[in-house]
Nanobody, 128 residues
Framework: QVQLVESGGGLVQPGGSLRLSCAAS????????MGWFRQPPGKEREFVAT?????????????RYADSVKGRFTISRDNAKNTVYLQMNSLKPEDTAVYYC????????????????WGQGTQVTVSS
């Protein structure tokens, strides 16, 4: 069983930055593809970013992003700390959502159904 705990959410002004963290309780963290999703108020959960497990590379690319966050958000992982991060810069009001960390032993992707484990979520509010 994999347990995921997100942290780092909060209230930030437009143009500001936040870094989300997701700590995983798992023995072989490097074997899991990790993802970040978000659920804006009144909307469905949507893909934000994903980072592949170490043995899988998509055409020399280890990360993928939603078009809406490309160039502003960066996903990274520290396998020694069993943690995945989401650095969010140039935040916009439309980034307001509950952000969820997800994990899968598979190859992952853009669909939430491709992930097996989920955190409880952390609220990010972008407002002046």
């Amino acid at each position: 069983q994999v347990q995921l705990v997100e942290s780092g959410g909060g209230l930030v002004q437009p143009g500001g930055s936040l870094r989300l963290s997701c700590a995983a309780s798992v023995r072989t963290f490097s074997a899991y593809t990790m993802g970040w999703f978000r659920q804006p108020p009144g909307k469905e959960r949507e893909f934000v970013a994903t980072i592949r497990r170490e043995d899988v590379i998509w055409r020399d690319v280890t990360t993928r992003y939603a078009d809406s966050v490309k160039g502003r958000f960066t996903i990274s992982r520290d396998n020694a700390k069993n943690t995945v991060y989401l650095q969010m810069n140039s935040l916009k009001p439309e980034d307001t959502a509950v952000y969820y960390c997800a994990a899968t032993y598979g190859i992952g992707g853009f669909d939430p159904r491709q992930y097996d484990y989920w955190g409880q979520g952390t609220q990010v509010t972008v407002s002046s």
